[in-house]
């Protein structure tokens, strides 16, 4: 009988439910308050390079989320298949992360460095060549020029987001404090069309040299993921409690 006087009194109900709501949010956001951080301290994690995230943009651009994780649960069986789960720290500097719950394929937030870069351009082609059960598209338009000109602006965004990409002489040094030299140079706003240029040219990505081509950028970031983190190193200690 209690139960139906709230229910048939629309106020009362109202007010009930919201100190429901209130008191079951309040549970879940106080403790925030009270803890350092939500991110992992791990080492080896940084921002992409201008490369790096150029293809990482082709990848946002063309919908690869849709198909794709780039989330490991730990669960025995997503450990087993893809190794180790995801980390909050290997998705620090990603905005928007690539998270996902769709799997049409595979999750790739292991990928990198599993398959040449002749492999992945090739799949990204003409997957079936490959694998011929595969129902993944063909993207053979990636091999068209990249534009990269806006390089630096795109920096400059992700800067004001949080990417420690440097634009002072300060900035620059915490970088290479954080990240070493080699990278730092890297995370210069004002060398990103440089960055760009030497970074495609360090590697063949795509098999054609002679250009710089959004298949060089979206190869480049495929093969960066899951490989800033050396799990060799976390067999104790921390990682091993979420066993």
């Not at 629309?10 to 309040?26: E, F, M, N, R």
């Not at 590697?203 to 799990?231: H, R, S």
């Amino acid at each position: 009988m209690k139960h139906e006087s709230i229910e048939i009194n629309s106020a009362l109900l109202i007010i009930l439910t919201l100190v429901v709501i209130s008191i079951g949010g309040l549970v879940e956001i106080v403790p925030l308050f009270h803890i350092k951080g939500t991110v992992e301290k791990v080492d080896g994690v940084h921002p992409y390079t201008p490369l790096e995230q150029l293809g990482r943009d082709v990848y946002v651009r063309e919908g690869c989320y849709l198909c794709h994780s780039q989330m490991i649960r730990p669960f025995r069986d997503e450990q087993l298949r893809y190794g180790h789960y995801s980390l909050a720290a290997e998705s620090q500097y990603d905005h928007p992360f690539q998270w996902g719950s769709k799997r049409t394929g595979p999750d790739l937030a292991r990928v990198g460095g599993k398959y040449s870069n002749e492999w992945m351009t090739q799949h990204l082609i003409h997957p079936q060549s490959l694998v011929p059960e595969s129902i993944m598209p063909s993207y053979p338009w990636l091999m068209q020029p990249l534009k990269y000109q806006d390089i630096e602006a795109r920096m400059k965004a992700l800067r004001d987001v949080g990417v420690p990409y440097s634009l002072t002489k300060a900035e620059y040094e915490a970088n290479v404090k954080k990240f070493g030299k080699d990278l730092a140079d890297q995370f210069v706003i004002a060398d990103g069309l440089k960055s760009v240029k030497a970074e495609a040219a360090a590697e063949n990505w795509d098999g054609n040299p002679k250009e710089i081509t959004e298949m060089d950028a979206l190869v480049a970031y495929l093969q960066v993921l899951g490989t800033m983190v050396d799990f060799s190193k976390y067999n104790q200690g921390y990682f091993s409690t979420f066993r």
